[in-house]
């Protein structure tokens, strides 16, 4: 799981207690925008030659429903596992619903998600819009590398440095504390990857223009997104007045498009890897695991 509270950031600016504390709050629906990066996402598996035979679906009421239920019906043979901080909600959650009626086409139904074992390994993990606000990116991606099986591959997707980058200059323009922390640039996500373990990273963005009627609806849609995790923000709840001079600057600061609407960007960052085979060390002696040896015996027979 993630990062205990106490441990320290390694990401400028993010508040491992305000993290963990927003990580442990129940929820039991999906961002919009969540939703959409997971479709973009699954478009990005066709990429791959062969289709997992198992996968580890990463917090899937914050990387998306829908999309579970879509990378469900595109794998509809593979075994699914759930992890999540709060997994009795998220098996719920991801639990295929009853159908009603008499077809016989729906005997062979895929089985339900279930929870992952100590042991468990599976050829793809899946972890959509999670690492952003993990203290310890690396060290996420070290438990990922752990549970993929060698020749598996990992897929996640996280927002980038350009996230909120309009709403940043009004805060700056304001003298307020950031809206959020810093977000983690893609190569040096991909640096990353590889000091986890993993081999052939692939790394691209987008940015995502997002346009609103006005500041009310941009503010419901943020708080749906999360919580301003910068550990430099304000030490404590702010006013009625506050909020209305925040709406006002909003209203009067964020740029505009042809349609008069409110517009502000999110990068996106996608991102894959595979686990290789691992490579004996040259030494008069060496302590190999069984496991590693025989992948290592897979892929000279390759």
Request: with cysteine; net charge neutral; glycine share 6%.
């Amino acid at each position: 799981m993630s990062s205990s509270p106490a441990a320290p950031s390694t990401v400028p600016g993010l508040d491992p207690v305000a993290s963990a504390r927003w990580a442990s709050a129940i929820r039991l629906s999906s961002p919009w925008l969540h939703e959409e990066v997971g479709a973009r996402m699954l478009d990005r598996l066709q990429w791959f030659r062969e289709m997992p035979k198992s996968w580890l679906d990463w917090e899937p009421i914050d990387g998306g429903l829908a999309a579970h239920r879509q990378l469900r019906e595109r794998l509809p043979d593979a075994e699914c596992l759930v992890q999540a901080r709060h997994l009795p909600q998220a098996l719920a959650a991801t639990r295929e619903a009853p159908r009603l009626g008499w077809n016989p086409l729906q005997w062979r139904r895929a089985s339900a998600p279930r929870e992952l074992s100590s042991d468990s390994k599976v050829q793809m993990v899946w972890a959509n819009m999670a690492l952003h606000r993990e203290p310890s990116p690396e060290g996420l991606m070290r438990q990922w590398h752990r549970l993929v099986d060698t020749g598996g591959f990992l897929m996640f997707s996280c927002f980038g440095p350009d996230t909120l980058r309009e709403l940043r200059a009004v805060y700056a323009a304001q003298g307020w504390p950031m809206p959020s922390h810093d977000f983690v640039d893609m190569h040096d996500l991909g640096d990353m990857l590889v000091h986890a373990g993993f081999a052939e990273p692939v790394m691209d963005m987008e940015r995502i223009v997002l346009t609103y009627s006005g500041a009310e609806p941009l503010l419901a849609e943020l708080r749906g997104l999360g919580r301003n995790l910068n550990a430099a923000r304000w030490p404590n709840c702010r006013g009625r007045a506050w909020r209305r001079q925040l709406v006002r600057a909003l209203e009067e600061g964020l740029p505009r498009d042809d349609q008069d609407r409110l517009s502000l960007t999110f990068e996106v960052v996608y991102g894959h890897a595979f686990k290789a085979v691992p490579k004996l060390a040259v030494a008069p002696n060496a302590t190999v695991g069984v496991d590693d040896f025989r992948a290592m015996l897979k892929g000279s027979r390759r």
